[in-house]
């Protein structure tokens, strides 16, 4: 046997408010309520006033006549039936007019909840439909029209300007720049070139581009958005958990405790049977806990959806109240706290020649190459408009470095170890400084020879992310209370790059394995760890933290699956975001919780002694439970303090 104040519905985005059972059911109720009062007023017959109320009655109670006698069916107690059996109590005695306002203040109520939680759950829903039901798709040659369920991998669609996507694929022509708020939350649209991944449901600029589809219609990263979002409902808090175990218990007590104040009213207080009766039924409505059952999912419900609509996707109230509760944070360095790739920092030109020789010379050899320092060597290039030289031949020097013929010399880019041996040349004095002191500073450098000079050298670093000490002052002022850095990195490097941060501990060299074992150590010390990682490499460290919360998910299947909470773009701004929103909920929670308990506690001993009578308890039941429901949608409108 469970109780539940199962307000649940079927919801559209713009669902017309005077379609909705309950309040329609409301007005009719109103109606008829009113013309049999002003009938009894002015002296009409019995049978009247007597047809008008119970037609009023009727319409009022219907819904939720059905909707009890759906759970009872399921042997289950709805504290809805607390709320019909106290209606059909006042009719036994021929309380015709208190049994027609409780129906009318309950319809009324759960209308108005109704419309509350629907506006939290429509916010889910919106995101599903963002994504086109159509494509334009070229197939030989040929464009036309399908649906996105027929598109198949490798299918070419064309996006024209100011179009949304339909489809998650690559770009294979032209260039754009995409409004990927939906599924990110960012705020500036991002630049998409040929090889730029892009997403369903985004806005195309003012770019005409085609997309190799690389995702069925059923895949994107939209679609398992909102299917992960809808699932986490099903994913109760702690706090959702423990209110559904106190209503299984107390709505059978409620219930059966009716007969008993019966009886002690009639015995030790000389009721009539009809007075107690009636007393009874309004103690029996303010008891019925409806405002607590709903305090904690509306809640987390519209925490959920405007985390969703910000591109932060939280996996369930139990992982948006863990969040809440966090007390220490651990990062993963690379790809976390950095930004993952290696960027140039410095060029250092040898005697006799330029900056621009330097670059022109290295875009030569790396720029064929998919290593990540020969990437950063074209990015640099690009940036500073760099043409390379011509280039005759080239030849990849396994853990080397890449060599080549220019200007009928040979040419090498190599690690600074590779000269002065093997018949390579040797670095001068002076650079050979320079480049201990790049070093010192947690540099990797590069060294570029030509023929029988050597030409210079390049410094590169992966780079902190923009605005991270920010991001980190941020948490501490939420409450954080220790951050903490995890890397497989040497220690001199990770401290060169966490010392200015404000970032409290650092354990370096660490394997995957003895991450874990760090977080565990952090949890006895701590508590509550959340700890923030790629969601590929750091999977095991997700999974053992209090909240494991992934960054990038946009790019991976796996940082979805295997973390709490993900940070749906590359963007760690979103982490106070996240956390300050996770805070406020629980604060929601709780202060819903106190507003049903206090109500709850309050109407019993009130009704009890005669105070407030049925048809007043049940404006206050019913107001508790409006006021539970719209106070949990201002969480809609939660946005992070920069």
């Excluded at 009578?613 to 809609?636: C, I, K, Q």
């Amino acid at each position: 046997m469970s109780a539940n104040h199962n307000h649940a519905r079927i919801a559209s985005p713009n669902r017309n408010p005077l379609r909705d059972p309950d309040l329609l059911s409301a007005i009719i109720c109103a109606s008829f309520l009113l013309a049999g009062v002003i009938s009894t007023r002015l002296g009409a017959a019995e049978l009247t006033t007597h047809s008008l109320l119970w037609i009023s009655c009727i319409v009022g109670g219907w819904h939720v006549t059905i909707r009890s006698f759906a759970q009872l069916f399921r042997f289950q107690l709805d504290v809805d039936l607390l709320m019909l059996v106290a209606a059909i109590g006042a009719g036994v005695i021929s309380q015709w007019e208190e049994a027609a306002i409780l129906l009318l203040l309950f319809s009324l109520g759960h209308g108005l909840e109704g419309l509350a939680t629907d506006r939290a759950r429509n916010a889910i829903r919106a995101l599903g439909t963002l994504t086109p039901k159509v494509a334009r798709v070229v197939r030989n040659g040929t464009e036309q029209e399908l649906p996105v369920e027929e598109l198949a991998v490798g299918d070419l669609v064309r996006v024209m300007p100011g179009e949304r996507i339909a489809i998650d694929g690559d770009v294979r022509e032209g260039e754009s720049a995409v409004d990927q708020s939906p599924i990110t939350g960012e705020s500036v649209p991002v630049h998409k070139m040929v090889g730029s991944s892009v997403y369903a449901g985004t806005v195309n600029g003012d770019g005409l581009i085609l997309v190799t589809t690389t995702k069925l219609s059923s895949q994107t990263t939209m679609a398992r958005m909102v299917k992960l979002v809808e699932e986490s409902q099903a994913n109760k808090g702690k706090t959702q958990r423990m209110t559904e175990k106190f209503t299984r218990i107390y709505t059978p007590i409620v219930l059966v405790s009716v007969p008993t104040i019966i009886f002690v009213l009639m015995t030790f207080f000389s009721m009539t049977f009809a007075e107690a009766f009636l007393r009874a039924m309004a103690v029996l409505v303010g008891a019925s806990p409806c405002a607590l059952v709903i305090s904690t999912p509306s809640a987390v419900l519209a925490g959920i959806a405007q985390a969703a609509r910000s591109g932060v996707l939280i996996k369930g109230g139990m992982h948006l109240e863990s969040l809440g509760t966090v007390r220490a944070i651990a990062f993963d360095k690379t790809g976390t706290v950095t930004q993952g790739r290696p960027e140039v920092t410095d060029i250092v030109a040898n005697e006799g020649s330029t900056e621009r020789d330097v670059m022109g010379i290295a875009l030569a050899l790396d720029q064929h190459s998919s290593h990540p320092l020969a990437l950063a060597v074209v990015r640099r290039a690009k940036t500073d408009g760099v043409t390379a030289h011509e280039i005759q031949s080239i030849r990849a020097i396994p853990g080397r470095g890449v060599e080549g013929t220019i200007l009928n010399q040979r040419a090498l880019i190599a690690g600074p170890r590779a000269f002065g041996r093997d018949g390579n040349l040797e670095i001068p004095n002076t650079l050979s400084d320079r480049i201990k002191a790049l070093e010192n500073q947690s540099r990797t450098v590069s060294v570029i020879s030509l023929g029988d000079r050597i030409i210079g050298a390049i410094a590169m670093a992966d780079q902190v992310r923009p605005d991270v000490a920010r991001i980190f002052s941020r948490l501490k002022a939420l409450g954080i209370r220790r951050l903490i850095m995890l890397t497989g990195d040497n220690a001199t490097v990770a401290s060169v790059i966490a010392k200015p941060l404000g970032i409290d501990e650092v354990k370096a060299e660490l394997l995957p394995e003895h991450k874990i074992d760090e977080v565990r150590s952090l949890m006895k010390t701590w508590g509550s760890v959340a700890m923030v990682g790629d969601g590929v490499n750091d999977a095991p460290a997700l999974a053992t933290a209090t909240v494991g919360i992934a960054m990038g998910a946009t790019g991976t299947d796996v940082a979805l699956e295997a973390a709490d909470v993900a940070l749906m773009a590359d963007d760690l701004s979103k982490l106070p975001f996240a956390v300050g929103l996770s805070r406020r909920a629980r604060r929601t929670i709780m202060q819903n919780v106190v507003i049903s308990l206090g109500v709850v506690g309050l109407l019993v001993p009130f009704t009890a002694i005669g105070i407030v009578p049925l048809s007043w308890a049940v404006v206050l039941h019913e107001g508790s439970t409006v006021v539970v429901a719209f106070n949990a949608l201002r969480l809609l409108r939660y946005r992070d303090i920069k």
